[in-house]
């Protein structure tokens, strides 16, 4: 059985920081492409970040040069860093784990990340 825990949302001001955890379980996670979204309220959910399996990353624009998406496969774990937020940053954030290969794309719950101005 599959399982992506997110963890490290929470409330911050504007111009702090929060790094969320995303624990993956019932997957071979060093050849998962792993990534991050979000979703506001009345919003569609938007990818925020993914790292490959061969560690390449890419980032939606909003986000470049705040955020920092990373794994270590050795704990089954991606993070997201997060520096700088602003109150456009507050969204549902949540993991995803995908392989083209392996034919899979599987969500994390979600974690809360709120940004007061």
């Known amino acids: 059985q599959v399982h992506l825990v997110e963890s490290g949302g929470g409330l911050v001001q504007a111009g702090g920081s929060l790094r969320l955890s995303c624990a993956a379980s019932?997957?071979?996670?060093?050849?998962?492409?792993m990534g991050w979204y979000r979703q506001a309220p009345g919003r569609q959910r938007e990818l925020v970040a993914v790292?490959?399996?061969?560690?390449?990353?890419n980032y939606a624009s909003s986000v470049q040069g705040r955020f920092i998406i990373s794994r270590i496969n050795a704990e089954n774990t991606v993070y997201l860093q997060m520096n700088s937020l602003k109150p456009d940053d507050a969204a549902a954030y949540y993991c995803?784990?995908?392989?083209?290969?392996?034919?899979?794309?599987?969500w994390g719950q979600g974690t809360q990340v709120t940004v007061s101005s």
């Open positions: 995803n784990a995908r392989s083209g290969l392996y034919k899979y794309n599987y």
């Open positions: 790292i490959t399996r061969d560690g390449s990353t």
């Open positions: 019932g997957i071979i996670f060093s050849i998962a492409d």
